[in-house]
């Protein structure tokens, strides 16, 4: 594709409820990052997918937290019992991966409410 | 792991002045610095990166500066203009693949006219 693509764009949810968000990656990237952004924070890291290696998973910041990434291309990030805290954009980037860390694209995010 | 602390949280500035934003990390390890720039309702960007085999690297208007010994590095925009403004992360990480990138807090430039 041509470019990092999520979806959805927004979503609202109910404290409590589970959400899904997807990242389909720019294609050939085997590098796959998750970071969350609230509104004056920086960006803050959730978990790196690289190739066929185990993901980084460092920065999840609970276990209601987790993701995966299929086929070494799409990847969901799923939050479970959703708390007001969670709301924030979360922003999906791929890089190439490979050798050297390289520039890394960034999707143009999920803005996650919960209500 | 790394912890990326980034100076000031913002900036205003006069169209044509220079304007410098600092970082510093704590993993003598990481060897790649990347500055990104997010403008209002956008996505950040690439605007430029250094790897620890160099001690500077201009772009233009942009340059960033590194110091390993202090780890520390900078972001230097000279002769700013309004589109400039925007919001900068600085990240750092190991310079092979398979470690992540980890932002600093960022900076709000604001310049005016």
């Known amino acids: 594709g041509a470019g990092v693509s999520q979806s959805p764009s927004n979503k609202v949810t109910e404290k409590g409820k589970d959400v899904e968000l997807r990242c389909d990656p720019i294609?050939?990237?085997?590098?796959l990052y998750w970071y969350r952004q609230s509104l004056g924070q920086g960006l803050e890291f959730l978990i790196y997918?690289?190739?066929?290696?185990?993901?980084?998973k460092s920065g999840l910041p609970s276990d209601r937290f987790s993701a995966e990434r299929t086929g070494g291309s799409v990847s969901t990030l799923t939050i479970q019992r959703t708390q007001q805290e969670d709301s924030a954009v979360y922003l999906c980037?791929?890089?190439?991966?490979?050798?050297?860390?390289?520039?890394?694209?960034f999707g143009q995010g999920t803005r996650l409410t919960v209500v | 792991g790394e912890n990326v602390e980034q100076h000031p949280s913002t900036l205003s500035v006069q169209e044509g002045d220079s304007a410098v934003i600092k970082c510093t990390y704590s993993?003598?390890?990481?060897?790649?610095f990347p500055w990104y720039k997010q403008e209002l309702g956008k996505r950040p960007q690439l605007i430029i990166d250094?790897?620890?085999?160099?001690g500077e690297k201009k772009d233009q208007r942009i340059a960033v500066t590194l110091n390993k010994t202090a780890k520390h590095f900078s972001l230097h925009i000279t002769e700013t203009q309004p589109e400039d403004s925007a919001v900068y992360f600085c990240?750092?990480?190991?310079?092979?693949?398979?470690?992540?990138?980890?932002f600093g807090k960022g900076t709000t430039l604001s310049v005016s006219s």
């Open positions: 997918f690289q190739g066929n290696s185990a993901p980084d």
């Open positions: 294609s050939g990237h085997t590098a």
């Open positions: 250094i790897r620890s085999n160099v």
């Open positions: 990240a750092a990480s190991l310079n092979q693949a398979g470690t992540a990138l980890i």
């Open positions: 993993d003598s390890a990481s060897n790649y």
């Open positions: 980037a791929s890089s190439l991966g490979g050798g050297l860390n390289t520039e890394a694209f």
